[in-house]
């Protein structure tokens, strides 16, 4: 058993696959297109392309969202891996339930009522807006995402590694950074991915936290989607997912050389 | 003492992004609007001392939420919302099945690969997955046009500005969400017992429905979770792919907020879409935690 597709299964998973994919693909070959027509197709050309160079508006933008990203993830994981360790590690503190509620919750709260709370919240303490609170607000919700990563790593994980050496003189500080550390590695590298895309793709949160000065790509590109489809936007789009397939294959690829290698390790 | 900054960075940090904001939002919504920057009143002077806190007190009321609870407009925005995120939920799942099923079956070395692909669009921009559609549906779109040169229909559909855009739009943003948490516990189901059932006669749908279905219940409910919650408040989906007859309550605060500038209003509305959703969320976070509980 399982060694082969029964014929079920195969159809259910391509044809799956197939309207996960269609449209993806659909954008990246009309990104393509000569035509500034979508349906029409005139021809292979990279123009589009071309033309995004010189667009400074959303070069601008797009360097404000790589920073706010870059920034939001690194600070999110810190906190995202604190707060999985106090969740798998620590039973007991006062507040322990209020602790696991606000970092699941952020998880399926709607975007709409995370964006106007943080933008109540900047007003209200006067902070003016712009870069800075939307790397606040993205810190918010990406380190309850990179908790989930990294907390599925530390509890499968086994802990009598951490009591040896804890028997052994070393101090709690020590141990992390020894031991507890080295083994979660790969789950805090991915969580530092999603916590970077999640910044990257996200629209509505930024829409509520921007100010002036501070617009993210999102924010441009849908500024420009409600005026019509254009190959500039796929373009764009393409450059995009490019990055992301990059980075998600690299860290898959990390993943999985960090397991054969302690799979190794343990035989 | 460490253990102490352990668990206070991020709770101080969530304490202060995330749930004090949620106070602000409640008070905001009992003031009233008006035509200044910040635009609402009362504003807390604390200088004022003890009357001028009282004063602000007595200001506050729940005009806006008499006023939300009396228009029909944001009533009915409340339930379509919840229609249009219960319908898309169930058809998310019963597309969302069958892959994690296939997937959970097949062979061994192909799951890491399968399971990138399922997770590959998730780390994709939303916002582009959205964008994508709207090339296939519109009515001079890809779709129509495929359609029409198979010689299926010979007039141009009208999918895209209509709620079936929306439902297409949520079920395929929110389609790896489902199959997550469906293939890990299909995942964990033992072959052996589907094998037990069939030695003993039952027919396969029969060893599906009384035993693999049973136990993959918490991956379903899992998921419903997952796509149902954010569903109801999502803005981006029905904004893009909806039409006029699309009335989703992320829509009405986003417009009562961005175009009206009713800070009051949209607060209130905010308020309430997440007493609506108080029940479901508490409910996946219990389920959150008895996982948690179990894995140690």
Known sequence: ?267 | MRRWYVIAAPYIWLLLFFLIPFFIVFKISLSDSTRAIPPYIPTLDITGGWDAIKTYVSQLDFENYAFIFSDPLYINAYWSSIKIAGISTILTLLIGYPIAYGMARAPHEWRATLMMLVILPFWTSFLIRVYAWIGILKKEGLLNLFLMNMGVISEPLTIMNTNIAVYIGIVYSYLPFMILPLYSSLEKISPSLIEAAEDLGSPPWRAFWQITFPLSLAGVFAGCLLVFIPAVGEFVIPDLLGGSETLMIGKTLWSEFFNNSDWPVASAVAVVLLLVLIIPIMFFQRMQANEREAAR
Not at chain 1, 173 to 197: D, E, R
Not at chain 1, 225 to 231: A, D, H, K, L, Q
């Open chain 1, 1 to 267: 058993m399982n060694t082969r597709f029964s014929w079920f299964n195969a159809t259910s998973i391509a044809l799956g696959f197939a309207f996960l994919y269609i449209p993806i693909l659909l954008l990246v070959i009309y990104s393509f297109n000569e035509s500034r027509l979508v349906t029409v197709w005139g021809g292979w050309s990279t123009k589009w392309y071309a033309s995004l160079l010189t667009n400074e508006d959303l070069l601008d933008a797009a360097w404000v969202t790589v920073r706010v990203a870059f920034i939001s993830a690194t600070v999110a994981t810190i906190l995202g891996t604190l707060a999985a360790i106090v969740l798998v590690r620590m039973n007991r503190f006062p507040g322990r339930t209020l602790f696991s509620g606000m970092i699941f919750a952020p998880l399926v709260m709607p975007e709409v009522i995370t964006g106007l709370s943080l933008l109540l919240l900047f007003v209200a303490i006067n902070f003016d807006r712009g870069f800075w609170t939307i790397v606040m607000a993205h810190i918010t919700f990406s380190m309850c995402f990179a908790a989930v990563v990294v907390q599925a790593r530390l509890l499968d994980f086994d802990k009598s590694v951490e009591e040896a050496a804890m028997d052994l003189g070393a101090t709690p500080v020590n141990t992390f950074m020894q031991v507890t550390l080295p083994i979660i590695a790969p789950a805090v590298i991915s969580a530092w991915l999603l916590a970077f895309t999640l910044s990257l793709d996200d629209l509505v949160i930024a829409s509520f936290a921007q100010g002036p000065g501070a617009t993210t790509l999102p924010i441009k590109i849908y500024s420009q989607v409600r005026r019509g489809v254009t190959p500039e936007i796929n373009a764009i789009s393409t450059i995009m997912i490019a990055i992301v397939t990059l980075g998600v294959l690299t860290a898959s690829f990390i993943t999985r050389r960090a397991q054969q290698r302690a799979s190794a390790g343990a035989k």
